[in-house]
């Protein structure tokens, strides 16, 4: 197993992001009408600016990079404007890492100084206990953020492992204060997506603690799939499952012979399909019904206008 410290590095040249966002703005760095600096980035842009709503596609030629899944999914707590994801773009292109295998990002107890993203692929954070037995506290899917707490906490609290094929990229806190600057509504769409996260893991003790077995795997993978609809991954009911038996199993607390025997309950109820990691679920519905299963924690039906006013105080 490999071992990738995201403080490996040096810092970033936070002046290579700040020239492109100034590219990507089309500014020249004229004094600005609304605070008169000409230094750096206006910290105040202007109202027109980002509340700009151009088409987006996910290819629209060399005018602007592909959108992250990140923004897809800070869409849902309110929309970007072709700008800010121009500049989250960047912003997640200047340390980007590609494992071919399962990798350490981050171990238990180490110092980082960067917010991980991840671009592609599957990660899962973990604690083990002294002796051996794991439990695995969260999977991040394309798209999330994996550990809000770096950026706070002297340390990190468990292991985040990255499972084959995932692509992470790093954005340091010194990157991360000129995107709040420059771009104070990214900020605020990321300040939402930590809150979803909790709840997440609250319901994730809620699923460990109160359901059986049967609810407890269906409804993870209800919110699996869920999430990856959200970003576009779930395509005609199927979707990339890159997990092993023993890591549904570590993230439901229950063995692996257990995990087995529900999967098959599963399947013989024509409920799921999963083989060579691609996982079907030919009638969501039923697979909710089996699992009590509502969607509302996930946070996607986008944040109330009071909440965000409050933000901008």
């Known amino acids: 197993m490999r071992l990738i410290a995201l403080t490996s590095r040096a810092p970033w040249d936070v002046a290579r992001l700040r020239r492109s966002v100034q590219k990507a703005a089309g500014r020249n760095f004229a004094p600005c009408a609304t605070c008169g600096r000409a230094d750096r980035i206006c910290p105040m842009p202007s109202e027109a600016m980002l509340h700009e709503r151009r088409p987006v596609a996910p290819h629209s030629g060399h005018a602007h990079a592909p959108d992250p899944l990140l923004a897809r999914k800070l869409d ?17 292109s200047l340390d980007v890492r590609t494992v071919q295998q399962r990798t350490i990002l981050l171990e238990q107890g180490a110092a980082a100084t960067k917010l991980a993203v991840m671009l592609d692929g599957w990660a899962c954070r973990q604690k083990t206990l002294p002796d051996g037995r794991r439990q695995i506290v969260a999977f991040y899917l394309p798209g999330d953020v994996c550990d809000f707490s770096v950026l706070m906490a002297p340390a990190i609290d468990s292991t985040i492992e990255l499972l084959p094929g995932a692509r992470v990229a790093g954005i340091s806190r010194d990157a991360l204060g000129m995107l709040n600057r420059s771009q104070p509504r990214i900020t605020r769409g990321l300040w939402w997506e930590s809150q979803a996260a909790a709840a997440i893991q609250r319901e994730w003790m809620i699923n460990i603690g109160q359901r059986g077995a049967r609810a407890r795997i269906a ?47 599963l399947r013989d109820e024509k409920l799921i399909s999963w083989r060579d990691n691609v996982l079907e679920v030919p009638d969501r519905e039923a697979l909710s019904a089996a699992a009590a299963f509502s969607a509302a924690y996930l946070q996607l039906s986008g944040a109330e206008e009071g909440a965000l006013l409050a933000l901008e105080l």
């Open 76 to 92: 849902y707590h309110q929309p970007l404007s072709r700008l800010e994801r121009d500049v989250l773009a960047k912003a997640l």
């Open 219 to 265: 409804h993870l993978i209800c919110e699996i799939v869920t999430r990856l609809d959200a970003v576009g991954l779930m395509k005609h009911g199927r979707c990339a499952l890159p997990i092993t038996q023993a890591d549904l199993g570590d993230a439901c607390a229950m063995t692996t012979a257990h995990t087995n025997r529900t999967l098959r309950q």
